[in-house]
């Protein structure tokens, strides 16, 4: 089963907008943490934001913002006033714990978010 | 943040051949991986390692062999790969239990001919 759920495969955007990207989460642990990710064309993934299962607050890293909904097993990413410098691929992803001190991530497919001039 | 680096960055090789890819974090972190990003296909784990000890492998083939001389560099040795070994392999690294976030390197751009 697919742990880790993005369902848009491609966004456009116009420039200076927002925009959320989705992503919904399957665990049946208690303690467990959230990550988005930025890949450019470059190739390396770009943390951008973490949200742990027990924050209360939502996660909130300049522009971009997690909104949590843990009830609904939700994580989704919001980035407010969207740059032409945004447009990659966006990865949610989940820890699963930990083991032995190191993390294990699962991720999702990912999103590729285009920001239009 | 461009404290993980991976060499090659582009690799092409024959299904005879043996190479490796390099990696090496100048974060001091503790734990370090190796990831497979194939086309259209999640990001994969292959390998932990936490303080030069293996701690995870995913269930990948033998024609991968990592190695982890200290907990500053990672190397992957490759022989005699198929065509759909073809991917980017990506190198990360961790603080461990006190840190959250990987670190990612640029990654290795590998075709098998």
């Known amino acids: 089963a697919q742990k880790i759920t993005q369902t848009q495969p491609g966004m456009f955007v116009q420039e200076k907008e927002a925009v959320t990207l989705d992503c919904t989460y399957d665990t049946s642990d208690q303690s467990y943490g959230l990550f988005w990710y930025k890949q450019p064309s470059s190739g390396e993934m770009i943390f951008l934001i973490y949200?742990?299962?027990?924050?209360?607050q939502n996660a909130t890293e300049g522009r971009y913002s997690l909104n949590f909904q843990k009830a609904r097993k939700s994580a989704n990413l919001v980035i407010s006033a969207s740059q032409l410098g945004d447009s990659a691929m966006y990865f949610c992803?989940?820890?699963?714990?930990?083991?032995?001190?190191?993390?294990?991530?699962?991720f999702g497919q990912g999103t590729r978010l285009t920001i239009n001039p | 943040e461009t404290g993980v680096t991976q060499t090659p960055r582009h690799l092409v090789m024959g299904m005879t051949n043996k190479k490796s890819l390099k990696c090496e974090q100048h974060l001091g972190h503790n734990a370090m991986y190796w990831y497979k990003q194939s086309a259209k296909k999640p990001l994969e784990l292959m390998f932990v390692y936490n303080f030069k000890e293996q701690t995870e492998n995913n269930s990948v083939p033998s024609r991968f062999s990592p190695e982890c001389p200290n907990s500053s560099h990672l190397f992957l040795h490759l022989h005699t790969l198929q065509p759909e070994d073809s991917a980017l392999y990506l190198c990360?690294?961790?603080?461990?239990?006190?840190?959250?976030?990987?670190?990612f390197g640029p990654g290795t751009r590998l075709t098998v001919t």
């Open positions: 949200q742990g299962s027990y924050d209360e």
């Open positions: 992803a989940m820890r699963e714990g930990r083991i032995q001190g190191a993390q294990k991530l699962v």
């Open positions: 990360a690294s961790s603080q461990g239990p006190k840190g959250n976030e990987q670190y």
